[in-house]
């Protein structure tokens, strides 16, 4: 029974009944029927209700932003950011779609084939509240374009933004069982997953989900993308524009108060150009506006949960005890809410487990390297390989760090984050699989060749 509650207040909101198997039921097998008509639909229908959606998302932008803020404390500039790319995202596929769906031509040896992009089913999608609309959106928007139905279970201490999100597709007039919201706790996804209606499955989570998801669905045959954690370097070099590197790096390291899997988590600056960089840095974590977040002026607001907070607290800690420095921070005011001020850690010990770990909140690690190589070798040093950000005029280093920085994404000389037109994921235990683009659109379709004389 997902209740919402405020993480700037501890407030406790509405409740959500849990959907019971019966319930359950009556959706599976919706989303059988409606996707036995969408899935013969033309792309102008698919690509009329895309726009549609996107112009429920310009008209209703502050409501739902309004229901971010409330239920995972995002600053409302920031929830507002979150619809408008929700609405580029819903051009984007109607635009574009199409023309990425058409069919290829091969000439073989003798005669020809024509691949085909045809719908592939029901594909259920596990999303997480950090980014609780735009995380979804980005499943939902390729599927309608596929010709795919979705059903979500998104996070339990997100469930307003989850029913809000069956409910634009009905305001928009998609039809009933296109995009279906499941209230459940995470005990039921297995089940579903082994469903023979589900053909599919995406998670957007911790390694732990990805886990329990990824082997519900190999045990069940069935495909599967992995958007997990990460925790990206954000590389500066003696080259780059040091103060405009410093002060991105406080927004790449503290945007949604730090709960972004492509946030920069490690700052690894090179010896050169470290006091400089650190003046900029350490000014600009300290001065962030931390306060309520449905101010305009709020850059900063509470974690998602107190949970969250005391999670990230003890990582602190741990950080500590193990030998690194609190330049700065971590301070947990004395008040209702899920608060905390962000952290600067300094000579983290190369054998700390620590250095290894990813940080889901407002944490900065700062690591001093002596050249490229070492750059490079501690960029690598971690479990995950999800996002990137390399700063340097130079070319020969660019190059390196494309070639060698072991990451889905690599930004150069800019903060990464994820574009509705640009594939977005990871490898190493970051996950599979792309989403967005014309990779993601493509994932899960099923891609019928025809043999011709
Ligand atoms: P969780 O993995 O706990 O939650 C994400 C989703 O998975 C929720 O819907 C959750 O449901 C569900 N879930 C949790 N456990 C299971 C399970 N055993 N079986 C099936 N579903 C499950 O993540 P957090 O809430 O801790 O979110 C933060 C994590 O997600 C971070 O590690 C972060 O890096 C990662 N993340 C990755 C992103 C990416 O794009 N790669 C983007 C955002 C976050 P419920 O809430 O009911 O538990």
């Not at 239920?71 to 619809?83: N, S």
């Not at 045990?219 to 954690?229: C, I, Q, S, T, Y």
């Not at 907070?309 to 971590?330: C, F, N, P, S, W």
């Not at 889901?360 to 479990?383: S, Y």
């Amino acid at each position: 029974m997902p209740t919402q509650v405020n993480p700037a207040t501890g407030e406790e909101g509405d409740t959500f009944p849990a959907l019971n198997d019966d319930q359950i039921e009556v959706k599976l097998a919706k989303s059988v029927e409606t996707f036995r008509q969408w899935r013969n639909t033309d792309y102008q229908t698919r690509t009329d209700l895309l726009i549609k959606i996107a112009d429920q998302f310009a008209a209703q932008r502050t409501t739902l932003a309004a229901i971010v803020t409330k239920e995972m404390g995002k600053p409302v500039k920031q929830a507002l950011t979150e619809m408008d790319k929700c609405e580029k995202a819903f051009r984007f596929y109607a635009e574009n779609g199409p023309a990425m769906l058409a069919p290829t031509e091969q000439k073989l040896v003798s005669g020809r084939s024509v691949s085909h992009w045809l719908p592939y089913g029901p594909v259920l999608a596990v999303m997480p509240w950090n980014y609780p609309f735009w995380q979804v959106v980005r499943f939902m928007a390729p599927t309608i374009m596929a010709g795919n139905v979705g059903l979500l279970k998104h996070a339990s201490s997100t469930p307003g933004c989850a029913a809000a999100l069956e409910q634009i597709v009905l305001d928009a007039g998609g039809p009933e069982g296109l995009f279906q919201n499941l209230h459940i706790s995470s005990s039921k996804v297995a089940g579903i997953i082994a469903d023979d209606r589900i053909v599919a499955v995406t998670i957007t989570g911790s390694e732990f989900a990805g886990q329990k998801v990824a082997e519900a669905a190999g045990f069940n045959l069935k495909k599967v993308v992995l958007e997990l954690g990460g925790s990206d370097p954000f590389i500066v070099m003696p080259s780059a524009d040091i103060e405009k590197a410093a002060t991105t790096a406080v927004t790449a390291r503290l945007q949604n108060a730090g709960q972004s899997c492509v946030c920069g988590k490690r700052m690894i600056v090179h010896e050169d150009v470290y006091d400089a960089f650190m003046e900029i840095f350490a000014e600009g974590v300290k001065t962030i506006k931390i306060g309520d977040p449905t101010d305009e002026i709020t850059e900063m607001g509470p974690l998602s949960s107190e949970g969250a907070r005391d999670e990230i607290a003890e990582q602190l800690e741990q950080a500590v005890q193990q030998g690194a420095t609190k330049l700065y921070g971590g301070e947990i005011p004395d008040k209702p809410g899920a608060w905390m001020t962000p952290a600067i850690l300094t000579d983290i010990p190369d054998d700390a487990p620590i250095a290894r770990e990813e940080f889901f909140g407002p944490v900065a690690m700062v690591f001093k390297v002596k050249d490229l190589d070492e750059a490079i070798e501690v960029a690598n040093n971690i479990p995950f390989g999800l996002g990137s950000s390399a700063w340097t005029n130079d070319e020969s280093e660019k190059e390196r760090f494309i070639r060698d920085i072991e990451a889905g994404m690599t930004a150069i000389n800019q903060m990464l984050a994820s574009d509705p037109y640009a594939p977005f994921g990871g490898i190493k235990r970051s996950g599979h699989g792309r989403e967005l683009g014309s990779h993601g659109l493509h994932e899960f379709m099923n891609l019928k060749n025809v043999m011709l004389p």
